[in-house]
């Protein structure tokens, strides 16, 4: 069996190749080619395991993520996890993936996937809210989407700001990275905004001059009670994109809304949707637009199948036997 690590992810693709994997799952998703069962949740005590299997034509596996919220105090991540892709003729086990950057890489390319398609070519600022390991791969891909020249970054604790942006400046060093003072200038200065918290309450101000015009993408909230948006922007929007059917369940950023009456469920379509549709870009481009997202296992399927095939062809990665 191949173990590949951290590394060895990040030698083997390159961010059009997510994204181009990412979008390859949201056709499969709309065209029901895969088997993919609700995520399995374990609860014990404070801490949570996940299973998220999934099953195509061309490869199957399953993602394990643990999430301890007490590991702040051993300085370790509170999310980790792997990812198991089998052989999909004999279910031998092929690779055992890293799973967090696995995550965190294919989450900025599903990010980057609607910006690829709601926003002009010529798109040059953005704004990051929250300076955490979601925010920083939603910049680094959207980076290799759209010609930025600017990324503007908010987060409720600034210290974590300065290291945020040393590290970003590494890897996109032509793009200037600015700390904004507060969410109303990153608003001011941003064509696409990108949020990645687990806030209750909408993180961006309620006025809809400041939102008009945009895209956002979603990305943090991923239950009920968590929001991150505000009414006003709601009242803007034509329709309303989404990875998966059950983001209209699981996200507070669509479930309230939609209970409120802000918007309606025939507003809302998949991203996949879109993708198989034959409508002109351009007229997208003049709306407002939302892409909500909650994550699903096809699209780690699709990553762990480029990440397998590009490893084995450069001769990365590290075989054991089991």
Same mark, same amino acid.
């Given at each position: 069996?191949?173990?590949?690590?951290?590394?060895?992810?990040?030698?083997?693709?390159?961010?059009?190749?997510?994204?181009?994997?990412?979008?390859?799952?949201?056709?499969?998703?709309?065209?029901?080619?895969?088997?993919?069962?609700?995520?399995?949740?374990?609860?014990?005590?404070?801490?949570?395991?996940?299973?998220?299997?999934?099953?195509?034509?061309?490869?199957?596996?399953?993602?394990?993520?643990?999430?301890?919220?007490?590991?702040?105090?051993?300085?370790?991540?509170?999310?980790?996890?792997?990812?198991?892709?089998?052989?999909?003729?004999?279910?031998?086990?092929?690779?055992?993936?890293?799973?967090?950057?696995?995550?965190?890489?294919?989450?900025?390319?599903?990010?980057?996937?609607?910006?690829?398609?709601?926003?002009?070519?010529?798109?040059?600022?953005?704004?990051?809210?929250?300076?955490?390991?979601?925010?920083?791969?939603?910049?680094?891909?959207?980076?290799?989407?759209?010609?930025?020249?600017?990324?503007?970054?908010?987060?409720?604790?600034?210290?974590?700001?300065?290291?945020?942006?040393?590290?970003?400046?590494?890897?996109?060093?032509?793009?200037?990275?600015?700390?904004?003072?507060?969410?109303?200038?990153?608003?001011?200065? #941003?064509?696409?905004?990108? @949020? +990645?918290?687990?806030? !209750?309450?909408?993180?961006?101000?309620? *006025?809809?001059?400041?939102? %008009?015009?945009?895209?956002?993408?979603?990305?943090?909230?991923?239950?009920?009670?968590?929001?991150?948006?505000?009414?006003?922007?709601?009242?803007?929007?034509?329709?309303?994109?989404?990875?998966?059917?059950?983001?209209?369940?699981?996200?507070?950023?669509?479930?309230?809304?939609?209970?409120?009456?802000?918007?309606?469920?025939?507003?809302?379509?998949?991203?996949?949707?879109?993708?198989?549709?034959?409508?002109?870009?351009? #007229?997208?481009?003049?709306? @407002? +637009?939302?892409?909500? !997202?909650?994550?699903?296992?096809?699209? *780690?399927?699709?990553?762990? %199948?480029?990440?397998?095939?590009?490893?084995?062809?450069?001769?990365?990665?590290?075989?054991?036997?089991?």
């Amino acid at each position: 069996m191949l173990v590949i690590s951290e590394k060895d992810i990040l030698e083997a693709v390159t961010v059009p190749e997510v994204i181009d994997a990412v979008e390859q799952a949201f056709r499969m998703y709309e065209r029901k080619e895969f088997l993919m069962p609700d995520r399995m949740h374990i609860e014990y005590k404070e801490n949570t395991l996940l299973l998220m299997p999934c099953f195509t034509e061309e490869a199957f596996g399953t993602k394990l993520v643990s999430v301890f919220p007490g590991n702040a105090a051993y300085h370790v991540p509170t999310l980790n996890g792997l990812m198991v892709l089998n052989d999909i003729h004999t279910g031998i086990p092929m690779a055992l993936i890293n799973g967090p950057v696995l995550t965190a890489l294919r989450t900025g390319g599903v990010g980057s996937a609607s910006i690829r398609h709601l926003t002009p070519d010529d798109t040059s600022t953005l704004g990051i809210v929250g300076a955490g390991v979601q925010g920083y791969y939603q910049a680094y891909c959207a980076a290799f989407t759209r010609p930025l020249k600017d990324i503007y970054v908010f987060d409720q604790l600034p210290e974590k700001i300065p290291s945020f942006t040393k590290r970003l400046s590494i890897v996109i060093p032509d793009v200037r990275i600015h700390a904004a003072a507060n969410p109303k200038e990153l608003l001011e200065k #941003s064509s696409i905004v990108i @949020t +990645t918290t687990t806030s !209750s309450t909408p993180v961006l101000p309620d *006025d809809q001059e400041l939102v %008009k015009g945009k895209h956002f993408v979603g990305i943090g909230s991923y239950k009920p009670g968590m929001r991150e948006y505000p009414e006003s922007l709601f009242h803007l929007l034509h329709r309303v994109f989404i990875d998966t059917d059950l983001a209209i369940q699981e996200s507070g950023d669509l479930a309230t809304p939609i209970k409120n009456g802000w918007i309606t469920s025939d507003q809302i379509f998949t991203l996949g949707h879109l993708l198989d549709a034959d409508e002109d870009p351009a #007229s997208i481009h003049q709306e @407002t +637009t939302f892409f909500k !997202s909650v994550g699903m296992a096809l699209f *780690d399927i699709c990553v762990s %199948k480029l990440v397998y095939e590009n490893v084995m062809r450069k001769g990365l990665g590290k075989q054991v036997d089991l």
